[in-house]
């Protein structure tokens, strides 16, 4: 009965010093995603540009097709797409 509660302990403190570890690395983690987050609305930010449908397409390759019709509303809330 002492064999198995010792080991019973032994096994316990593994599990307390993985768990501690595992909430020091946690706060870390949020640590640095702070500083990150503060540098990065701080700093300027180029603008982001989404390529158009007229554009260039993947890579800079042209279309293979081209861009499918708006769809059509011929009354509130109803539209088709014609093809």
Same mark, same amino acid.
């Given at each position: %009965?002492? =064999?198995?509660?010792?080991? $019973?302990? #032994?096994?316990?403190?593994?599990? $307390? !010093? /993985?768990?501690?570890? &595992? %909430? !020091?690395?946690?706060? !870390?983690?949020?640590?640095?995603?702070? $500083?990150?987050?503060?540098?990065? /609305? =701080? #700093? &300027?930010? +180029?603008?982001? =540009?989404i390529p158009g449908r007229d554009g260039p397409g993947l890579m800079g390759a042209p279309p293979r097709f081209p861009p499918p019709p708006p769809p059509q509303c011929? !009354? +509130?809330?109803?539209? =088709?797409?014609?093809?």
């Amino acid at each position: %009965m002492n =064999t198995k509660m010792v080991d $019973q302990a #032994s096994h316990l403190d593994q599990v $307390q !010093t /993985k768990v501690d570890l &595992a %909430m !020091t690395s946690l706060g !870390t983690v949020q640590q640095e995603q702070q $500083q990150v987050a503060r540098a990065l /609305k =701080t #700093s &300027a930010l +180029p603008k982001l =540009t989404i390529p158009g449908r007229d554009g260039p397409g993947l890579m800079g390759a042209p279309p293979r097709f081209p861009p499918p019709p708006p769809p059509q509303c011929n !009354t +509130p809330g109803v539209c =088709t797409v014609i093809k």
